[in-house]
């Protein structure tokens, strides 16, 4: 589905035209094409009459392009991933946007089947924040549309650190309250939580960290159709995408911490078994101690002709096994 915008220098409400009657005049008109999902053989004819690279149209074709700043003559191609955390699982799309004089053409990449739960990438919120813009500024340009998509972009990657944020807490709650009354399968299952947590950190970094590159190089005016209204937008974005990082820097600290402290609280379990059990041990060896000597097969051995022998030797044992699991009791290691 390919739907065509036109907008007029001042106004902030667009003309849809027909793809066959759209007509580049960057003096006085602002062509926005926004594809979702099109057809390999529009998508081809639509780069054909805007001049588009070969190269730019092989790539819109597929996903699977890295975030980057393309420059082919005149026009310039900017992939990007848009990410959605939805039940545990980090879900990307890439969004393709080639930009010239005049015109702009954005490519939403279908979602994978799995991530279907993700929903539709919010493409009104970018219409409006660039509507709101045109009335503003007086101007519509393609620098403020493509600000305003990648703004949306960076404030989905917000709710994404929102909820990895969530997850941690709730993972730190777990590991450090753990007061030994929990159940044995939420243990079990607890390094597999954070490993899955430390994988979706690892991808949505994977997919947004190098936006800032992109971002930098419009301020560095690469994109020489970029106005100066724009750059000042782009400069807003460019801290966005740096608190961003900074956010994914933390959370990759915090989730190590939860790690370590995963394995000590572990460790800790686990030396409070061998304490009880050495605890037992101690106990236990001195009846054992003098029911195996008296256990001897010997002759003279004095419990055989004795009738209180058994009731001696039981409260023998138990006058030194009873101050012992009292210091132990003491000690916390019983």
Not at 96 to 120: E, I, K, N, Y
Not at 139 to 159: I, N, Q
Not at 282 to 304: E, H, Q, Y
Request: proline share 4%; net charge negative; charged share 25%.
């Amino acid at each position: 589905m390919i739907r065509v915008l036109r907008y007029q220098s001042g106004s902030g409400t667009p003309t849809e035209v027909e793809v066959e009657q759209a007509v580049v005049e960057p003096e006085h008109t602002l062509l926005w094409f926004d594809c979702d999902t099109p057809d390999p053989d529009e998508l081809d004819d639509l780069g054909r009459r805007l001049g588009v690279n070969e190269f730019v149209l092989e790539d819109l074709r597929s996903s699977g392009q890295r975030t980057k700043l393309d420059h082919y003559s005149d026009h310039f191609h900017v992939a990007v991933h848009d990410c959605s955390l939805s039940g545990g699982q980090l879900s990307t799309r890439e969004i393709d946007v080639v930009f010239g004089d005049g015109w702009l053409l954005s490519v939403r990449q279908p979602l994978d089947p799995s991530a279907a739960a993700a929903g539709p990438f919010p493409i009104d919120a970018v219409r409006q924040r660039f509507e709101a813009q045109c009335v503003q500024h007086d101007s519509a340009d393609e620098g403020l549309l493509l600000w305003s998509l990648l703004d949306v972009v960076v404030d989905r990657y917000f709710t994404v650190t929102d909820t990895i944020d969530d997850r941690l807490d709730a993972a730190e709650v777990d590991v450090l309250d753990d007061d030994g009354d929990t159940s044995m399968s939420t243990r079990t299952a607890r390094p597999r939580q954070l490993f899955d947590l430390s994988k979706t950190i690892v991808e949505f970094r994977r997919n947004a960290m190098p936006l800032r590159e992109v971002v930098a190089a419009i301020l560095r005016r690469e994109p020489a159709t970029i106005t100066d209204a724009a750059v000042v937008h782009f400069q807003d974005l460019s801290d966005h995408v740096l608190r961003v990082s900074e956010l994914l820097e933390s959370q990759r600290d915090v989730l190590t911490n939860l790690r370590d402290a995963e394995l000590a609280v572990v460790s800790n379990r686990m030396n409070r078994s061998m304490q009880q059990l050495a605890a037992w041990g101690a106990i236990l060896i001195v009846a054992t101690l003098i029911t195996g000597i008296l256990g001897m097969n010997f002759s003279n051995a004095p419990d055989l002709d004795w009738g209180e022998g058994f009731v001696v030797v039981g409260g023998i044992i138990a006058v030194v096994s009873v101050p012992l699991f009292v210091y132990f009791r003491r000690k916390r290691w019983l």
